[in-house]
């Protein structure tokens, strides 16, 4: 272990997701049990330009591990965009004697530590917090689980009053680059068809698809759409021309919006954000810095961060092979 690392900050950064608190907790605890000193960073890299710090201990994250969100706050900031930004940033680290700094966020967050590192070498590690699941480097991002497990219940829900009325719903769930919810989450809604950026259904094919469901007896149906899915220009376009070509369905829509990023974390995301928690800072201790902490076939290992944030994540083709076969 270091001798030269004395204290720790920690922060979140970018858009908040469950399991964060678990993994400032993690990061505090290690601190604690090395004999590290740790200060929690309010609001992100805009905290960290305007000095706002305060001192965590054991006892400062007791009761935290099951709420979502952030309890340090997240934002954006245009500031440590900027050289001056960063500068100002490193000084007030400086003046508290911080010697390393661990970041909770997605790419755009590790964009910016990979920069603050190469200008100030000043000690880095990355834990990947995002419902997206977009990283990579890591099979699971914290708050991926727990969305998944919101989304699944949403549906279930949707089903209900679907089934009812004899109606189509069109469900649309985060994911504007990426499918990983729409297409995890559809299979275990059992959904009729997912639609995700990866793949392009076409709305033809997507009609062809309903009417062949509708002619083998079903009387409703649930179509998950992720937010970033190209075959229309939204989802309620989607609505319209299904309206327009196909008969005896009402088509109603459901936006799942920000719900999705709330909650109480799910087991699986506590136990991941402790596991990455203790990874990071003890990897610092070590002597490491510029990596991301990720999971992969279980395992806790080290991405470089310039890889975390230049790699594409890749849609699961079986999880697609099994969804054409469950919508049969």
Same mark, same amino acid.
């Given at each position: 272990?270091?001798?030269?690392?004395? !204290?720790?900050?920690?922060?979140?950064?970018?858009?908040?997701?469950?399991?964060?608190?678990?993994?400032?907790?993690?990061?505090?605890?290690?601190?604690?049990?090395?004999?590290?000193?740790?200060?929690?960073?309010?609001?992100?890299?805009?905290?960290?330009?305007?000095?706002?710090?305060?001192?965590?201990?054991?006892?400062?994250? $007791?009761?935290?591990?099951?709420?979502?969100?952030?309890?340090?706050?997240?934002?954006?900031?245009?500031?440590?965009?900027? $050289?001056?930004?960063?500068? $100002?940033?490193?000084?007030?680290?400086?003046?508290?004697?911080?010697?390393?700094?661990?970041?909770?966020?997605?790419?755009?967050?590790?964009?910016?530590?990979?920069?603050?590192?190469?200008?100030?070498?000043?000690?880095?590690?990355?834990?990947?917090?995002?419902?997206?699941?977009?990283?990579?480097?890591?099979?699971?991002?914290?708050?991926?689980?727990?969305?998944?497990?919101?989304?699944?219940?949403?549906?279930? !829900?949707?089903?209900?009053?679907?089934?009812?009325?004899?109606?189509?719903?069109?469900?649309?769930?985060?994911?504007?680059?990426?499918?990983?919810?729409?297409?995890?989450?559809?299979?275990?809604?059992?959904?009729?068809?997912?639609?995700?950026?990866?793949?392009?259904?076409?709305?033809?094919?997507?009609?062809?698809?309903?009417?062949?469901?509708?002619?083998?007896?079903?009387?409703?149906?649930?179509?998950?759409?992720?937010?970033?899915?190209?075959?229309?220009?939204?989802?309620?376009?989607?609505?319209?021309?299904?309206?327009?070509?196909?008969?005896?369905?009402?088509?109603?829509?459901?936006?799942?919006?920000?719900?999705?990023?709330?909650?109480?974390?799910?087991?699986?995301?506590?136990?991941?954000?402790?596991?990455?928690?203790?990874?990071?800072?003890?990897?610092?201790?070590?002597?490491?810095?510029?990596?991301?902490?990720?999971?992969?076939?279980? $395992?806790?290992?080290?991405?470089?961060?310039?890889?975390?944030?230049?790699?594409?994540?890749?849609?699961?083709?079986?999880?697609?092979?099994?969804?054409?076969?469950?919508?049969?």
């Amino acid at each position: 272990m270091s001798e030269t690392i004395k !204290k720790l900050a920690v922060l979140t950064s970018g858009g908040d997701s469950p399991g964060m608190n678990a993994a400032i907790r993690a990061v505090v605890r290690t601190c604690a049990f090395h004999s590290i000193e740790c200060v929690g960073v309010y609001r992100g890299y805009e905290g960290l330009i305007e000095g706002d710090f305060e001192p965590l201990d054991a006892r400062s994250v $007791k009761g935290v591990i099951n709420k979502g969100g952030t309890f340090l706050k997240s934002a954006r900031s245009k500031t440590f965009r900027t $050289k001056e930004g960063r500068e $100002k940033a490193y000084q007030n680290l400086k003046n508290e004697n911080v010697d390393g700094l661990v970041v909770i966020g997605g790419d755009g967050s590790f964009t910016g530590a990979l920069v603050f590192n190469s200008e100030f070498n000043f000690p880095v590690m990355g834990i990947p917090g995002t419902i997206d699941n977009d990283i990579f480097g890591t099979s699971h991002t914290l708050g991926f689980d727990t969305a998944l497990n919101t989304v699944v219940d949403a549906i279930d !829900k949707i089903r209900d009053t679907a089934s009812s009325h004899n109606r189509l719903f069109f469900v649309e769930v985060m994911g504007r680059d990426v499918g990983h919810i729409a297409l995890n989450a559809g299979i275990a809604g059992g959904a009729e068809e997912i639609l995700i950026p990866e793949e392009d259904l076409g709305l033809e094919r997507l009609v062809d698809s309903l009417n062949k469901s509708k002619t083998t007896g079903k009387t409703s149906s649930i179509v998950i759409v992720a937010e970033g899915d190209k075959i229309g220009k939204n989802i309620f376009e989607l609505k319209d021309y299904v309206d327009q070509n196909m008969e005896g369905y009402d088509v109603r829509v459901s936006v799942l919006g920000h719900m999705q990023r709330g909650g109480a974390p799910s087991c699986f995301d506590r136990v991941l954000a402790s596991r990455m928690g203790v990874k990071a800072v003890e990897s610092i201790l070590d002597g490491e810095t510029n990596y991301m902490v990720g999971l992969n076939n279980g $395992k806790i290992q080290l991405t470089p961060l310039e890889k975390a944030i230049k790699g594409k994540t890749k849609i699961n083709l079986e999880l697609l092979r099994v969804s054409d076969i469950m919508s049969t």
